[in-house]
């Protein structure tokens, strides 16, 4: 009985009422309670119900609202098309961005949340794996990277952590082709570099993603061109792949910024 009561005050029909198992019904309620916290009724919230499908079919991702202590507040419902998953499928991971995303990220995600709630109105951006279905990760051999850019807001005033909000967006970053996949030219671009990530070759493709011609690129620094918050990342990863040459073909995988020509 109270089980079917909290059904019935979820905002959805009665056919998806009846499929949701106790888990989702609890986790579905929980974030219903927390939006009513940051959002009392009256208040319209900045990203919820009002936006249809039809707009949010327009976004490059999903619109994301934490709270102040990281808690999931709103999921936008085009969720599915980025990661498989459906609102209640990806709140039964857990109520806590860090449940969603690849655990390795979570110091670095968590020290640029505290940092943005120290300055509200500052954007911040990470990106991260975030978890997907089981179809997503058989087709496309893993889970989908994805870059959260958002900032803190105070919803009402005078701000405390009650009643300020992290709002994001969540875009896919795309990734390389796996090897059963036949990747366009204009997808990619390929490089060689000297041991120190200086630019000895770089295909013609470059052009379309960064602006640059080869000749003003071979001679020049990788690192030149990275963002400034990613350079420890492409560091590390860098001296991973160096120690491991030693041994043979070495390989390694990340998710860096890189800074156009314009």
Same mark, same amino acid.
């Given at each position: 009985?109270? =089980?079917? /009561?909290?059904?019935? *005050?979820l905002? !959805? %029909?009665?056919?998806?009422?009846?499929? &949701?198992?106790?888990?989702?019904?609890?986790?579905l309620?929980?974030?219903?309670?927390?939006?009513?916290?940051?959002?009392?009724?009256?208040?319209?919230?900045?990203?919820?119900?009002?936006?249809?499908?039809?707009?949010?079919s327009?976004?490059?991702?999903?619109?994301?609202? =934490?709270? /102040?202590?990281?808690? *999931?507040?709103? !999921? %936008?419902?085009?969720?599915?098309?980025? &990661?498989?998953?459906?609102v209640?499928?990806?709140?039964?991971?857990?109520?806590?961005?860090?449940?969603?995303?690849d655990?390795?990220?979570?110091?670095?995600?968590?020290?640029?949340?505290?940092?943005?709630?120290e300055?509200?109105?500052?954007?911040?951006?990470?990106?991260s794996?975030?978890?997907?279905?089981?179809?997503?990760?058989?087709?496309?051999?893993?889970?989908?990277?994805v870059?959260?850019?958002?900032?803190?807001?105070?919803l009402?005033?005078?701000?405390?952590?009650?009643?300020?909000?992290?709002?994001?967006?969540?875009t896919?970053?795309?990734?390389?082709?796996t090897?059963?996949?036949?990747?366009s030219?204009?997808?990619?671009?390929?490089?060689?570099h000297?041991?120190?990530?200086?630019?000895?070759?770089?295909?013609?493709?470059?052009?379309?993603?960064?602006?640059?011609?080869?000749?003003?690129?071979?001679?020049?620094?990788?690192y030149?061109?990275l963002?400034?918050?990613?350079?420890?990342?492409?560091?590390a990863?860098?001296?991973?792949?160096?120690l491991?040459?030693?041994?043979?073909?070495a390989?390694?995988?990340?998710?860096?910024?890189?800074?156009?020509?314009?």
């Amino acid at each position: 009985a109270e =089980l079917q /009561a909290l059904r019935s *005050l979820l905002p !959805i %029909s009665a056919q998806e009422k009846e499929r &949701l198992s106790y888990l989702h019904t609890m986790a579905l309620v929980c974030l219903r309670l927390r939006g009513a916290q940051l959002f009392p009724p009256g208040l319209a919230p900045p990203a919820g119900p009002a936006l249809g499908t039809e707009l949010l079919s327009l976004l490059p991702g999903f619109l994301l609202v =934490l709270s /102040a202590d990281s808690k *999931l507040v709103y !999921i %936008s419902e085009n969720v599915a098309q980025v &990661l498989g998953l459906s609102v209640v499928e990806l709140l039964a991971q857990g109520d806590t961005i860090f449940d969603i995303l690849d655990g390795q990220v979570g110091a670095d995600v968590h020290k640029k949340l505290l940092l943005a709630q120290e300055e509200p109105g500052r954007e911040v951006t990470f990106v991260s794996e975030m978890r997907t279905s089981k179809a997503f990760r058989l087709q496309h051999g893993g889970n989908r990277v994805v870059a959260v850019c958002g900032r803190f807001v105070a919803l009402h005033w005078p701000p405390s952590p009650s009643t300020t909000a992290f709002l994001a967006l969540c875009t896919p970053v795309v990734q390389s082709p796996t090897d059963g996949e036949a990747a366009s030219q204009d997808d990619i671009f390929q490089s060689m570099h000297l041991l120190d990530m200086t630019f000895i070759d770089v295909t013609e493709s470059v052009t379309y993603h960064l602006g640059y011609h080869r000749e003003e690129l071979v001679g020049q620094s990788w690192y030149s061109l990275l963002h400034p918050e990613d350079a420890d990342l492409a560091a590390a990863q860098h001296r991973a792949v160096a120690l491991g040459a030693g041994a043979g073909p070495a390989a390694g995988t990340a998710v860096l910024r890189v800074l156009r020509k314009d």
